[in-house]
């Protein structure tokens, strides 16, 4: 039990263009989600907090209509990065929260901007 | 004072021993309690996780709490070399809406 699917699980775009990340939880339901991101040999770093019907709460210093989150329903958030650049290329990991507050993870979503 | 501290290591053991990580955290009220593993370029997976004074026990991997030293170890038995990950700490708030992680301490089996 407790699963979270993210699709794709790796995309390249041309720097201008946006690209939509989906998170699922495909044995619960999740009212809320987190987004996070992660560059290479560093820790895990908490981008929003997506709560199912209302906006998503930002950490400072993330951009909110750059890195637009939409948790339409208890099983699904999607983040999407608007006009991405090189330097958005990163490893995006979702959560989603279950029993007892604990949070399980996605696979992952490796982007590449070029 | 960050929320949650962990040693980033490395931290290195033959293949066999105990690997013993560490964590502490800030927040008295704090209630959960998590140990995740990540091997590198893989989202983090759930180990363990612990809401009570004292060992819980899963296979070879055994949390300990200690709410009054704001503490939270891992200890892992018999440790084999797939085992090398980096380890992170995760706490919540005593509200729950904030999950705070350590930096995460990276662990080395020697075969």
Known sequence: GAVVSQHPSWVICKSGTSVKIECRSLDFQATTMFWYRQFPKQSLMLMATSNEGSKATYEQGVEKDKFLINHASLTLSTLTVTSAHPEDSSFYICSARGTADTQYFGPGTRLTVL | ?111
């Open chain 2, 1 to 111: 004072q960050k929320e949650v501290e962990q040693n980033s290591g490395p931290l290195s053991v033959p293949e066999g021993a105990i690997a013993s990580l560490n964590c502490t955290y800030s927040d008295r009220g704090s209630q959960s309690f998590f140990w995740y593993r990540q091997y590198s370029g893989k989202s983090p997976e759930l180990i363990m996780s612990i809401y009570s004074n004292g060992d819980k026990e899963d296979g070879r991997f055994t949390a300990q709490l200690n709410k009054a030293s704001q503490y939270v170890s891992l200890l892992i038995r018999d440790s084999q070399p797939s085992d090398s990950a980096t380890y992170l700490c995760a706490v919540n708030s005593p509200s729950g809406n904030q999950f705070y992680f350590g930096t995460g301490t990276s662990l080395t089996v020697i075969p």
